[in-house]
């Protein structure tokens, strides 16, 4: 198990740098308002991916302890190819994507939920090595595409960003599909009838869904909400701290995909909740550890060398958002907890809380303080979800405060645990 964890924080660290690299590239290329429509696009794409998870997200991993591959696929590919057309519309009419962007926005989404869904297959079947090489082939396959369109091609514009979006996605889609397509041979044990998997699948991955809207709509309807008081210059400065700050989020993104696998293989509540907080006490120490570090950067680090001048005040943003990273990735893995043990309204809840703080804050202080405001009501709703998350845990599985801090024994059990491996 911490091999696995170790390769998957690893894999997710080496994308993250090149994301950081390419951050920086896009801040001197396209400046601040070019990042900001980056981050707009990117918004969009992800809330309709989500959306498409209903039946091509963790869902599938959920249900492939009870059904096959061959049984599951096409109620994912057919559900995606058509709940994200419909999802871009309704998105358009808002003007949540912006003008002359639908067609970009659309082919991303299907093919992230397409990349997405095969993704899932492999982490279900504990291809872990297969799962993490499609995310690193989509990661550093934008970075490389970017570069050269950039500067072998003399591109520097959004449009090659979006080219390069194109090609990563498309690549980690062949090449997944292609590990994929083996398993499509299984066969049931048993005759199913798909409307009864359809059925089952659609009740838990709604709430699923919801819950991952509700989450994602917490992390990302501020951009929206400072596009429309204070411009694409605004967003693109949250967007730059925030890009910083949330490369944090790949300790806790990754701890809770190996969680959540582990979690929904057993239903001995008992042992549900030691894998929890052994993951807990891991993401808090490594959260806090690698936060701070990014809290030490000066500000003209970021104004002189890794963007431009006219992203001063980057380092205020990450500051406000500092405290809501660490409990939102903390917070994570407590989700990933209720998901993985069916109690998926919990998750919901707690997302559709997160959001509704957010929504209050953000309309309280985006009209004064922009950027920073933005900043600060992230924290404030990212506090919210975990403090309601961690009175829930407590209540269902009696757990104490004391269970909740590193201790000797959890150091010695990942060192046992590594010289096995």
């Not at 809330?47 to 599951?72: A, D, E, P, Q």
Request: one cysteine or more.
């Amino acid at each position: 198990m911490v091999k696995k964890l170790l390769g998957t924080i690893g894999t997710r660290y080496l994308v993250a740098l090149l994301n950081l690299i390419l951050i920086m590239v896009n801040a001197k290329v396209l400046g601040l308002k070019g990042v900001g429509l980056v981050g707009i696009l990117i918004a969009s794409v992800n809330i309709v991916v989500i959306i498409c998870g209903i039946f091509s997200g963790n869902t599938l991993v959920y249900f492939m302890g009870r059904h096959t591959v061959r049984t599951l696929f096409p109620i994912a590919y057919g559900w995606t190819v058509g709940a994200a057309l419909i999802a871009c519309a309704l998105m358009y009419l808002p003007g949540l994507i912006p003008a002359g962007y639908f067609g970009t926005v659309w082919v991303l989404a299907l093919l992230n939920s397409l990349v997405t869904a095969n993704a899932r297959f492999l982490l279900g079947k504990d291809r872990i090595k297969a799962f993490n090489i499609v995310y690193v082939l989509q990661g550093a396959g934008l970075f490389v595409s970017v570069l050269c369109l950039y500067y072998l091609f003399d591109r520097p514009d959004i449009h090659s960003f979006i080219y390069a979006s194109y090609l990563s996605s498309l690549l980690a889609f062949v090449v997944s599909l292609i590990w994929v397509i083996p398993y499509l041979k299984e066969k049931e044990n048993a005759a199913v009838s798909a409307l009864s998997v359809l059925r089952e699948m659609f009740t838990y991955g709604l709430w699923a869904s919801a819950d991952n809207l509700a989450e994602n709509l917490t992390t990302r309807l501020n951009y929206f909400l400072l596009q429309y008081f204070g411009g694409l210059g605004s967003v693109g400065l949250l967007d730059s701290g925030t890009k910083v700050s949330e490369s944090v989020w790949h300790i806790s993104r990754s701890v809770s995909l190996l969680e959540y696998n582990s979690v929904a293989k057993t239903t001995d509540l008992h042992e549900q909740k030691t894998i929890t907080l052994r993951f807990f006490k891991f993401t808090l120490l490594a959260l806090v550890l690698v936060m701070g570090c990014i809290a030490l950067i000066p500000e003209w680090v970021y104004t002189e060398v890794l963007f431009r001048a006219e992203f001063a005040g980057v380092r205020q943003v990450i500051l406000a958002l500092s405290i809501g990273i660490i409990a939102f990735g903390c917070n994570n893995v407590l989700s990933h907890f209720f998901i993985g043990s069916g109690r998926v309204r919990t998750s919901a809840a707690c997302s559709a809380l997160g959001l509704l703080a957010l929504s209050v804050a953000a309309l309280l202080l985006i009209p004064h303080l922009g950027a920073l405001g933005a900043a600060i009501s992230c924290s404030i709703a990212f506090s919210v979800m975990l403090l309601f998350s961690l009175s829930r845990f407590i209540r269902l599985t009696q757990a104490t405060f004391a269970d909740f801090i590193p201790s000797r024994n959890d150091f010695k059990t990942i060192y046992r645990q590594c010289i096995k491996k």
